[in-house]
């Protein structure tokens, strides 16, 4: 297998293991969680391709992971706000516990 | 494959599998934190020290304290009988099924063939792209972060009607 | 002077020649982490001596004096009992994380000193694409090495001392690596050897061209030695192990050896981020001046390393320690705001470059002064001076 075979296959893997979480967890900071290892393993992508793609000179996938990671930042704080102002309202993480807009 | 390879896949997919799957908050979120590192290992062997190391800056430094610190926060709120999903078992099979249709789309696919030189991912070359050509989008998520942040602190701040904050004007200070 | 200056690194080019081509890379490598692991913990047990006698002086007591000459033997005797100390962990703590921790406090620092040019030439792995980035990331990792601590301690005082650690190392890390930028912004590299060497031009005849004596070099070092101090638990910003509040913090639930690891990997920390501001700011092994460049770089370097310890040990005898919200505050609403404001002086110092450097003080003072004095005033408006009505 070619290395960048290896490296795209763990990254499918490691998104899979990511979306399996998202889905199964009612946990709001572990569904938070899965979804960080989702985005890294799309950022893993990046990098694979740039290194064994035909053209690493041009840098273009370090840089999206460069800005992927920048709003994965913006993103962790504001979802743990959230979850941090929900728990203040709801008393609780379940993510099923929050329905007050369910008809 | 080669045995630092596998170690390193090892300890990513090892961890992000304990962290999606333990019931103990804080250890998903230290379980995150070591399949990150195992990540950032990954991406200095892929040549990308610079990202490899803003990765570990970023994630363990920030975002892995960040999520611990709001289990802290939130903590009271523990369930220890988690109630999973309705159907457990399709979201088991719905992520295995992707796992299946990624690997096999991608073994069956053709890549284009890697260029011989390598070229290396230095700061200089970084920055020039980021001032030059990418320098838009530079400025959208230095807007984006400062809204995050600003954001993140009003959500956040707890309800102005709360009567328990004590006035602030005596303060002794 | 030459063959002083670089006695170490021909001492290890003598030694690495003798074994075959082969192994020298590893060996190399060896001897260096070698290095690093006897000089940073012997510095180790001598600073606390010193601290301890020095507090001891402020205090008006003699402090430790029986062990060896003058007492500075002492650390050994603290050692051995440390060592032989029964280790307990408690029946409710998280027995994995709990072992964990101390050593994901002390890892790091030693870390961070294998890119840190002790001396000319001196300096285990050079980094030369990255050297501060790395020096940064491995910084951040002891958070968490502090939150395993607190949390897995499952003791009251223990989560304390951890939520006050995570909140203020994650407040000071913000003006710590934003005090660093203006360095890296005027010297174009990351690489740690490449900052001294820049601050090696000689100005004015003899003075050296540290980042010190410039507006934006002197005010950023102000702003990265608080933010440090702030980073290393150290008084007063001790908040997280203050003990007549929370006991002793996050390791209250520790002893024997582990605790003596937490008190070793704070002080490596402390080596470690003032051994970053004297090659940022102080010029790393560089003389201050051209005409003392007589003396060993890694002289100077060490030299420069025990003053900050004096620096430090002399205001943890002094000033009292903070108050939580004064401490956040502090970070967000001063520090960090002129960090931003160090960012754009380094920028015009940049770029008035052609003109008279008198005028170019004047304008990077005067841009620092403004918002300094607006902070102050506006400081002194919502905090009036404190009177003390029953203490004349």
Redesign the interface.
């Known amino acids: 297998m070619s290395p960048l075979l290896l490296h795209l296959l763990l990254a499918a893997a490691l998104f899979s293991i990511g979306l399996g979480g998202a889905l199964i967890r009612r946990n709001a900071i572990v569904v938070l969680i899965s979804i960080e290892l989702m985005l890294n393993a799309a950022n893993l992508n990046f990098l694979a391709f740039w290194r064994y793609g035909p053209e690493p000179e041009a840098l273009n996938g370090p840089l999206f992971v460069l800005f992927a990671i920048a709003v994965a930042a913006a993103e962790a704080a504001v979802g743990l706000a959230l979850i941090i102002a929900i728990y203040r309202r709801y008393q609780t993480h379940q993510l099923e516990d929050i329905s007050r807009l369910k008809g | ?1 080669t045995l630092p ?1 596998a170690l390193l ?1 090892g300890l ?2 090892g961890g ?2 304990a ?3 333990c019931r103990e ?6 379980f ?2 070591l ?2 590192v195992g ?1 950032a290992l ?2 200095l062997r ?6 490899g ?22 903590r ?2 523990e ?1 220890p009988r ?4 309705n159907s ?1 078992g ?3 099979l ?3 099924a ?2 299946a249709l ?2 096999w789309a ?2 069956s696919a053709s ?5 011989e ?3 290396a ?3 200089r ?2 920055g020039d ?2 001032m030059r050509e ?1 320098v838009l ?1 530079l400025q959208a ?1 230095g807007l ?2 400062t ?3 600003i ?3 009003v ?2 701040l ?2 102005p009607t709360n009567p328990a904050t004590p006035p602030t004007n005596h ?3 | 002077m030459d063959a002083l200056d670089a006695i170490f690194v021909t001492l290890k080019h003598l030694v690495v020649g003798w074994f075959p081509a082969l192994l020298q890379p590893w060996v190399s490598a060896l001897i260096s982490i070698g290095a690093i692991l006897a000089i940073f913990p012997l510095l180790f047990g001598l600073t606390t001596v010193l601290e301890r006698k020095a507090l001891a002086r402020i205090q008006n007591r003699p402090g430790p004096n029986r062990v060896g000459p003058a007492g500075f033997l002492q650390f050994v005797a603290d050692g051995i009992k440390s060592l032989t100390k029964e280790d307990i962990v408690p029946r409710a703590a998280d027995r994995v994380v709990h072992f964990l921790a101390p050593l994901v406090v002390v890892i790091p620092p030693l870390l961070s000193f294998a890119v840190l040019p002790v001396g000319r030439n001196m300096v285990a792995l050079d980094l030369r694409e990255t050297g501060l980035l790395f020096f940064l990331m491995v910084g951040t990792a002891v958070e968490l090495g502090v939150f395993m601590a607190g949390w897995s301690s499952h003791n009251k005082y223990s989560l304390l001392g951890a939520m006050r650690a995570l909140a203020q190392l994650l407040s000071y890390e913000l003006p710590l690596l934003l005090s660093t930028v203006p360095v890296v912004m005027l010297t174009g590299s990351l690489s740690l050897v490449g900052i001294v060497e820049k601050q090696s031009a000689v100005h004015g005849g003899f003075l050296m061209g540290w980042n010190l004596f410039t507006p934006w070099g002197a005010a950023g070092a102000v702003l990265f030695f608080i933010a440090a101090i702030a980073e290393a638990n150290r008084s007063p910003f001790d908040l997280p192990e203050a003990e007549s509040e929370i006991v002793a913090g996050y390791f209250t639930e520790y002893s024997g050896f582990k605790f003596a690891l937490f008190f070793l990997g704070e002080y490596l920390g402390l080596f470690a981020v003032s051994g970053l501001g004297i090659t940022l700011f102080l010029g790393g092994w560089l003389p201050p001046f051209s005409f003392l460049a007589w003396i060993p770089s890694w002289l100077w370097f060490l030299c420069k390393l025990a003053g900050l310890m004096v620096v430090f040990i002399w205001l943890r005898g002094t000033l009292p320690r903070l108050r939580m919200d004064q401490l956040m505050r502090f970070a967000w609403q001063f520090l960090l705001p002129m960090a931003l404001v160090n960012l754009l002086v380094a920028g015009l110092w940049h770029f008035t470059s052609p003109w008279p450097v008198a005028l170019r003080w004047l304008l990077g003072v005067a841009i620092l002064a403004v918002p300094y004095l607006m902070f102050n005033r506006a400081f002194e408006r919502r905090h009036p001076q404190r009177t003390y009505r029953y203490v004349s």
């Open positions: 494959m390879f896949a990513v997919l992000a599998l962290a999606v799957t908050r804080v250890h998903a979120g230290l995150l934190a399949s990150l990540l990954v991406f892929l040549d990308a020290e610079f990202i190391f803003v990765q570990i800056l970023v994630y363990v430094g920030a975002v892995a304290v960040l999520i611990v610190f709001a289990i802290l926060l939130t009271g709120a369930n988690e109630r999973l999903g457990p399709f979201g088991i719905l992520a295995v992707v796992f990624l690997a991608l073994t890549f284009p063939k890697a260029s030189t390598a070229a991912l230095t700061v070359g970084v792209r980021l990418y989008p998520i984006l972060l809204a995050a942040l954001g993140a602190a959500i956040a707890p309800a303060d002794p200070e």
